[in-house]
């Protein structure tokens, strides 16, 4: 079957400029994770999903930050008020329960000008 | 807290040598110790997990627990093993997120 899906692969935008990032974990995978991976550095945390309700937002910088799946499906990450700061690689993972082996998709990669 | 520490950011080998990456701990519990691998263009993927005891790719890794180092070993470099490798680190049965290090950049030379 198919990966991880992410969309869009980049995404460009301005300071102060709100955007979305899109996830399609793999079909029937319970556990969704987001992380952030910026230059030079590991993937960093940032929240989980189990189901629909985000079970650890510990990673989460700050609130400008907000990430939702409503169907316990796809994911969807918000960056509102973008800094330049926020530019990174933006990864996406779903395994088929907590503890589990991690399937990551390909990112997004975010540029803020 | 959680730390893993990849002290190469490059490691250059010859083809058929011997290779060994690097990765240390710190946990105050029982973790789950993971490598992941990300060759050119493609996504990260797990190669191979401690609880798992397996030999991916002719690579191994053993979970030391006095030390808090879990190396990866491969006996003889492969061109195919060029890529970059994390190390990650969970807490252990039910944890919810993993903790990378900074990776290591692998070049087997031909």
């Known amino acids: 079957g198919a990966g991880v899906s992410q969309t869009p692969s980049n995404k460009v935008t301005e300071k102060g400029k709100y955007v979305e990032l899109r996830c399609d974990p793999i079909s029937g995978h319970t556990a969704l994770y987001w992380y952030r991976q910026s230059l030079g550095q590991g993937p960093e945390f940032l929240i989980y999903f189990q189901g629909t309700g985000a079970a650890d937002d510990s990673g989460l910088p700050n609130d400008r930050f907000f990430a939702v799946r409503p169907e316990g499906s796809v994911s969807t990450l918000k960056i509102q008020r973008t800094e330049r700061g926020d530019s990174a690689v933006y990864l996406c993972?779903?395994?088929?329960?907590?503890?589990?082996?991690?399937?990551f998709g390909p990112g997004t990669r975010l540029t803020v000008l | 807290a959680q730390r893993v520490t990849q002290p190469e950011k490059l490691l250059s080998v010859f083809k058929g040598a011997p290779v060994e990456l690097k990765c240390n701990y710190s946990y105050s519990g029982s973790p789950e110790l993971f490598w992941y691998v990300q060759y050119s263009r493609q996504r990260l993927q797990l190669l191979l997990r401690?609880?798992s005891r397996e030999s991916i790719k002719g690579f191994t890794a053993d979970l030391n627990k006095g030390e808090t180092s879990f190396h990866l070993k491969k006996p003889f470099a492969q061109e195919e093993d060029s890529a970059m490798y994390y190390c990650a680190l969970s807490g252990g049965t039910g944890a919810n997120n993993l903790f990378f290090g900074t990776g290591t950049r692998l070049t087997v030379i031909p």
């Open positions: 401690h609880i």
């Open positions: 993972a779903s395994s088929t329960w907590t503890g589990s082996a991690q399937y």
